[in-house]
């Protein structure tokens, strides 16, 4: 809906209004592995702030935007913000609590995440109802709000030079010649090209073997967002009672297990519970994985974790067009579910060895 009222604001298509999406997402992906180093080397509080401030300028821009053209312009400027101010909460979670709790507060951050998916969306779309352009000025007003807190709440993390000798360039070095790192971003991305296969195309799914319109898809996904907000609290509590590794080997296996049995669903309902089944163990799975991420260059945790959103977003690019390919080629969702499973269990193999307690 949010996308129709800016295609008729703008007089374009909707899949012209789509575009904004990916302005975003390159501004992200660009920006991320230039924010990582820097932030290691600055404070990663003056970073995510100034990111912050970034994203509220640049999204209150967009709601001036008085044509399509300034619109794709200044949607640009928040994603290159996101870049700033997401991967610094994954690096931040480590120097803030003890190593036991990492994982869970990992967990945490995403159910915040999760909880934007499931209401963002609605709540979007009922003030997009009464202008898109509220929708915006709502968004900068938080993010004005978030400033505040974090200057008042969040302590100094500052690692860099005057620390450790590390400059923009040496973080970067630092990561990318770590043999664990170089391992566990490889898992990573194998892990997200296999989730992100599935997720991508979900809702095609439903409407292309079970007949359902865009409303009733919607519903469906909310019960599948329910269940990823209910991973996301509980994430960490697998991996602190059986350790990172045997952890990993449970929540993959439940996973491969999943991905074999869900093309069966002989009814929606069946497939919606079976896909939010899905959605909790990849939930269980990303902090895990963020938090041995983290462990592999301690140094340089803003800069491994702008490399993980990079890797991710690189994961998500190739998984919308191998899925594309398998969705139009093999009967309903076997050859998405088949190919997901392989690469859960490619995942598995070479996290055997990446993944330590």
């Not at 012209?16 to 290691?40: E, F, K, R, W």
């Not at 449970?250 to 939010?276: Q, S, T």
């Not at 990079?310 to 398998?326: P, R």
């Amino acid at each position: 809906m949010f996308d129709f009222n800016l295609a008729r604001a703008f007089n374009v298509s909707t899949s012209q209004s789509g575009l904004l999406i990916s302005t975003y997402a390159i501004g992200d992906a660009v920006t991320a592995l230039i924010a990582g180093p820097l932030s290691d080397g600055r404070g990663r509080k003056k970073i995510m702030i100034g990111g912050l401030a970034f994203f509220a300028i640049g999204t209150l821009a967009c709601g001036l935007s008085t044509n399509f053209v300034e619109m794709l312009i200044f949607e640009f400027v928040p994603g290159v913000a996101s870049a700033f101010v997401a991967p610094q909460v994954y690096a931040t979670v480590p120097t803030v609590v003890a190593g036991n709790k990492v994982a869970q507060l990992m967990g945490f951050s995403l159910a915040g995440l999760s909880s934007s998916q499931i209401f963002g969306i609605p709540v979007g779309n009922y003030l997009a109802t009464i202008s898109w352009r509220i929708s915006f000025f709502c968004l900068a007003a938080l993010a004005v709000i978030l400033i505040l807190v974090l200057q008042f709440n969040l302590p100094e993390t500052k690692v860099g030079k005057s620390e450790n000798g590390h400059s923009f360039f040496s973080n970067l070095s630092q990561a990318l010649k770590n043999p664990a790192a170089r391992e566990m971003l490889v898992v990573y991305f194998v892990y997200t090209l296999g989730s992100f296969a599935t997720i991508s195309f979900i809702s095609t799914w439903f409407n292309h073997d079970f007949g359902l319109n865009l409303s009733q898809i919607g519903t469906a996904m909310i019960l599948i967002g329910c269940g990823q907000l209910l991973g996301s609290v509980f994430a960490g509590r697998m991996t602190n009672q059986f350790g990172f590794r045997k952890a990993a080997r449970i929540e993959f296996g439940c996973l491969v297990v999943l991905y074999i049995v869900v093309p069966f669903a002989p009814n929606v309902i069946i497939a919606d519970i079976l896909c939010a089944v899905i959605y909790i163990f990849n939930v269980f799975m990303f902090p895990l994985l963020m938090t041995c991420l983290q462990n592999t260059v301690k140094d340089a945790r803003s800069t491994i974790a702008s490399l993980a959103n990079s890797v991710m977003y690189l994961a998500e690019t190739f998984a919308g067009a191998i899925g594309c390919y398998l969705f139009n080629t093999f009967p309903g969702f076997f050859g998405i579910a088949v190919f997901s499973a392989i690469m859960i269990i490619l995942a598995l193999l070479l996290g055997n060895r990446s993944i330590q307690d």
